[in-house]
């Protein structure tokens, strides 16, 4: 009987191979998936992330005590902590977008304004405060943008000190245990 996919095909070889020492991997679909350059590619890190917590763990006879009981701790607390930089990064990214279009629009309406100035147009005054008007919009939307992204951050810039430091402490108790283990073991 032929093996009708590849995995198959490779485990047959395997099977009449006496020199293939290439564990077989199963087929493990991702858990987000969506279309290749989307908008949603911009989760992909995080989508990254999601895998590799939700992904079995490998069990080994060559990791060390010190892996098999801190290891995994402090692998989480470091996806973790990847986790909360990956918000603050688009944050911040969104925070340079809106304030990179304020600034544009800012520079545009003084530019129109200024053309208004050297002209002497019959409804002058009216254009000039119409500008007027439209720059102190744009200057609250500035100061509007930097309060929402500084509130949008207090919570994240504490939850990655906060997961800074578990990463820490989970990365001292696995140094002291395996200080401890490669003396015993010595």
């Given at each position: 009987m032929?093996?009708?996919?590849?995995?198959?095909l490779r485990r047959y070889y395997c099977q009449q191979s006496q020199d293939c020492d290439e564990p077989i991997k199963?087929?493990?679909?991702?858990?987000?998936q969506w279309p290749e350059k989307?908008?949603?590619?911009?989760f992909k890190p995080?989508?990254?992330l999601l895998q590799t917590v939700l992904s079995p763990?490998?069990?080994?006879?060559?990791?060390?005590?010190?892996?098999?009981?801190f290891g995994n701790q402090k692998q989480q607390e470091c996806i973790g902590l990847k986790h909360d930089v990956n918000l603050f990064?688009?944050?911040?990214?969104?925070?340079?977008?809106?304030?990179?279009?304020?600034?544009?629009?800012?520079i545009e309406i003084q530019g129109r304004?200024?053309?208004v100035e050297i002209n002497n147009a019959p409804d002058r005054a009216k254009c000039l405060s119409n500008w007027e008007s439209q720059l102190l919009q744009l200057e609250q939307q500035r100061r509007d943008e930097e309060l929402a992204f500084w509130k949008d951050t207090v919570d994240l810039r504490q939850k990655l000190f906060e997961g800074?430091?578990?990463?820490?402490?989970?990365?001292?108790?696995?140094?002291i245990f395996s200080a401890v283990e490669g003396g015993c073991g010595s």
């Open positions: 032929m093996p009708n996919t590849t995995s198959e199963p087929y493990q679909p991702s858990l987000l989307s908008y949603l590619d911009k995080d989508a990254d763990l490998e069990k080994s006879l060559t990791h060390s005590i010190a892996d098999q009981v990064y688009e944050r911040s990214k969104l925070h340079s977008q809106h304030m990179q279009e304020i600034g544009q629009r800012h304004r200024f053309g800074a430091g578990a990463y820490r402490a989970a990365q001292h108790r696995y140094s």
